[in-house]
């Protein structure tokens, strides 16, 4: 049987959050360079920020309580058992 | 930034217009974000009406975090999504001085181009109004060629095109005459 335990979906969504951001400033970036920082382009990424922090609250406040630990099975053989019984 | 540094404005230079795409087209980019939020909450509905318990918080001890996960990804994803699109919709700039046209395009995040038009080349200016949001709200296509036909500048979408050409054109007979003498 294999399994791994939960928290390493933990770390792989840390990695995604990572790239999210990166790409969230060099967008934000690009506005400012090229003198576009405007009241429309602030409302948008107003608008963008506050969704992803909203998002990341709820994401915290459902993941709370949850045992980070468990081991969560990858693949286990007694899942076959009994599959090729004729 | 200020619009001055970006194209680097000499002394004489006046700006006279700076157009951006018509605020309409956008809209597709919009509803398509919005739809993309709605997925997640119909895909919810449709599982926890099917099987009630998968997604319990208090007896899935795994599927529920990593629901919670996968939907917080494919949010945040959609958020960036949704800032793309509004990048290469509003990062797409053309800049008519009392000189010359600086026209930027934004392809994605790390592809941009910038080209250069002097006034007095131009030849040729033409507008077009194709389909029924155009007609409608106003905007379309304005078609900048020089004697060389090699050479063309198109402000895609902008509002007003009609009122833009005909300013163009007096512009670019003014800096004919500047040019001449």
């Known amino acids: ?27 934000f970036y690009h506005i400012v360079v090229t003198a576009s920082f405007t009241l429309a382009s602030f409302i948008v990424s107003f608008f963008v920020f506050s969704l992803a922090t909203l998002i990341l609250y709820a994401t915290w406040y459902l993941l709370i309580n949850v045992d980070w630990q468990t081991a969560v099975p990858l693949f286990n053989y007694e899942w076959f058992n009994g599959i090729l019984i004729f | 930034m200020i619009i001055s540094n970006l194209i680097r404005q000499k002394s004489y230079e006046k700006i006279e217009y700076l157009l951006r795409r018509h605020p309409i087209t ?3 980019s919009f509803l398509i974000f ?20 998968i997604l319990d918080p208090l007896t899935s ?14 949010y945040l994803g959609t958020c960036l999504f949704f800032y793309f699109r509004f990048i290469e919709f509003y990062l797409d700039i053309w800049i008519v001085t ?21 006034l007095y080349r131009i030849q040729d200016v ?16 304005v078609q900048i060629k020089t004697a060389s ?4 500048i198109i402000f895609k979408n902008v509002p007003k095109p009609n009122e833009i050409r005909e300013a163009l054109i007096q512009l670019s007979d003014e800096d004919r005459k500047h040019h001449n003498s």
């Open chain 2, 98 to 118: 009392n000189d010359r046209i600086v026209s930027i395009n934004q392809k994605g995040l790390f592809s941009q181009t910038i080209s250069e038009m002097d």
């Open chain 2, 126 to 141: 033409t507008v077009v109004v194709n389909g029924f949001f155009p007609s409608i709200f106003k905007y379309g296509d």
């Open chain 2, 61 to 74: 001890k795994i599927l529920f975090p990593l629901a919670t996960l996968s939907a917080s990804i494919y």
């Open chain 1, 1 to 27: 049987m294999f399994e791994i335990s939960l928290y390493i979906f933990l770390f792989i969504y840390f990695g995604f959050l990572a790239i999210f951001f990166i790409f969230s400033i060099l967008n």
């Open chain 2, 26 to 28: 956008f809209l597709p």
């Open chain 2, 149 to 152: 036909q090699n050479i063309k």
């Open chain 2, 34 to 53: 919005l739809l993309m939020l709605a997925v997640p909450v119909i895909v919810y509905l449709l599982i926890n009406n099917l099987y009630p318990n």
